[in-house]
DNA sequence: TGAGGTTACGCCTATCGTAATAATG
DNA sequence: CATTATTACGATAGGCGTAACCTCA
């Protein structure tokens, strides 16, 4: 698992579809595609379901997506806290 | 910011020593060494005080520490969820 | 057949390990 | 000089983009 990966999987979420978060990203669509199987395949679970039209979370898509939003979070306050810190120390 | 990264800092934090860290990582010690770099050089702020015998925990390290520890518990959480998730799906 | 997502493939960057180089007590 | 960290450098793996392919309404 990775930063960027959890990043992709929270875009392909809020915008259900593959590609319009990958434009978003500023990347390719094959990048987000592959990054979001390899996610699939390490978490053992499908998080999303493939429609016609684009991609819906599953069930186990949703669980994940609280913890990832958390995640990501923990990140940008971790890298806050330092850059403030630096004047302290 | 990686995952990587936040595991060998807390690693290094942990041991006080970049090479016993890396040991435990089952990693060499420049891998160690340069990740840190590249942490700090990121952040804008040493992590850690070098001296003779290793290293030591920076008042900057210290406010990252906490961060470290929430960021890795939050993406072993995350996978446990999904795990477990799968069997009610 | 059009609107999506995925697989193939070649390139390129990032990371690694070994070896060499500091630095400090 | 022993101990520990860092820098150099060549090799490798992982990620990306383009292009080709698949699937479903």
């Known amino acids: 698992m990775s930063l960027a990966q959890i990043r992709y999987f929270i875009a392909v979420a809020e915008e259900g579809h ?3 978060a990958a ?3 500023r990347v390719a ?3 987000v595609s592959r ?3 390899n996610l699939e395949d390490e978490l053992g679970a499908l998080l999303f379901v493939r429609t016609s039209r684009g991609m819906q979370l ?3 898509g ?3 997506l609280d913890h ?3 995640i990501l979070q923990g990140v ?3 890298a806050l806290a330092v850059r403030a810190s630096r004047s302290t120390s």
């Open 68 to 70: 990832a939003r958390g």
């Open 76 to 78: 940008e306050h971790a």
């Open 29 to 31: 669509q094959p990048a």
């Open 35 to 37: 990054q979001i199987k």
């Open 62 to 64: 949703r669980v994940f």
């Open 18 to 20: 593959v590609g319009r």
């Open 58 to 60: 599953s069930s186990s």
């Open 23 to 25: 434009h978003g990203l």
